[in-house]
């Protein structure tokens, strides 16, 4: 409210300080041109180049009638600025330059004013426009940058949003289809078994059932980092996958782990890919390939973690595309590595992850 008023009530003040500084009288006539100019600017905002216009047309109106001796181009100063500031600054030109040179004409041809008395009146006002067309073309482009920059800033945090996102559906995919693979092959041996040993089919509970426990711990770590005020629980790393490779064997699966090199090299995102790599293609050979007999091969260097995945299981010449391989190949692209994912005589997976990315 302030802001919209304050400018009307100075500019109608500054109109009648300006006929004062020239010595003209200040009656009705001046008053009343004030109180127009000053209303106007009251819709700037919403009419910047209509206020300009409405401003212009009382200026010339007054100026014409002798009502008015102040000067041509400062009564609309706010005006100006307003349509600068809005970005018209074209039109705010336009008016601008219009009224400086009906100014030097009517001083000419009308009050017959000195060519010189008029060039300097002219050139001061000139000089008065290009400023405050200066300051508002500024505000203009400092509110465009703003603007920007607060585009920029929610186009970030909405891809952010996006890779969190795809972050947890991967995590997500991996800790539940892993586990409802191994869990349904040992509830398919307790079935089979319950009549004939009920010794081998409690053993296939207790182990769908510490698989399970594994899965909701992995779940409520999932959890905890999501919540704002929940512990941070630690992500698998490479030590976890001796006990992917155990829990896989009791399936029935024969599963061959061989590691080359230091593991403690290898920490962070690369060590969470290498596992999920290895959960997955574990995951995939219980449940769709099979397999009898899986051999895994991990080496880490200083420079990168390879992770080598083939079972003896059905292959397929173009695997197709599901949740899981989609989220391998996304883990190792945002990593800056590499995968094959082949399905010829068997399922095999060769990832290449580079260290320190």
């Known amino acids: 409210m302030i802001t919209t008023v304050l400018p009307a009530v100075l500019t109608t003040v500054a109109v009648l300080t300006g006929m004062a500084a020239v010595g003209a009288p200040i009656g009705w006539p001046a008053i009343t041109m004030g109180i127009l100019l000053g209303g106007l600017l009251v819709a700037r905002r919403r009419w910047p180049v209509g206020v300009l216009l409405m401003s212009a047309v009382v200026l010339i109106a007054f100026q014409g009638a002798g009502l008015f001796e102040g000067g041509w181009v400062w009564p609309l100063t706010v005006a100006a600025y307003t349509v600068a500031a809005a970005g018209r600054t074209r039109w705010a030109i336009g008016v601008g330059l219009f009224l400086l040179v009906y100014a030097l004409a009517w001083d000419w041809a009308v009050t017959n004013g000195s060519p010189a008395r008029a060039l300097a009146a002219g050139g001061a006002e000139t000089l008065w426009l290009a400023l405050v067309l200066a300051i508002g073309n500024a505000r203009h482009l400092q509110a465009r940058w703003r603007a920007q920059l607060e585009q920029a800033r929610e186009a970030d945090a909405r891809r952010r949003l ?195 990315t």
Request: charged share 20%.
């Open 162 to 356: 996006a890779e969190q996102r795809l972050e947890i559906s991967r995590e997500v995919h991996d800790i539940v289809a892993h586990t409802l693979a191994v869990v349904g092959v040992h509830l398919n041996v307790a079935a089979d078994a319950l009549e004939e040993s009920p010794e081998e089919t409690r053993e296939a509970l207790r182990t769908a059932m510490d698989v399970r426990g594994k899965a909701m711990a992995d779940l409520r770590s999932l959890i905890g980092v999501l919540r704002i005020d929940g512990d941070t629980a630690p992500q698998p790393d490479l030590g976890d996958i001796a006990a992917l490779a155990a829990a896989a064997g009791a399936t029935g699966l024969s599963v061959d782990l061989h590691e080359e090199g230091d593991s403690a090299t290898v920490t962070g995102p690369q060590a969470v890919a290498a596992h999920r790599l290895v959960q997955e293609s574990l995951t995939n050979a219980i449940k769709h390939a099979n397999a009898t007999h899986v051999s895994v091969r991990l080496r880490y260097t200083s420079a990168a973690v390879t992770v080598e995945v083939i079972d003896d299981g059905r292959g397929a010449p173009v695997p197709a595309e599901g949740h899981g391989l989609t989220g391998m190949r996304e883990r190792v692209t945002a990593l800056g590595g590499t995968l094959s994912i082949e399905g010829s005589g068997g399922f095999a997976v060769r990832a290449s992850i580079p260290l320190g």
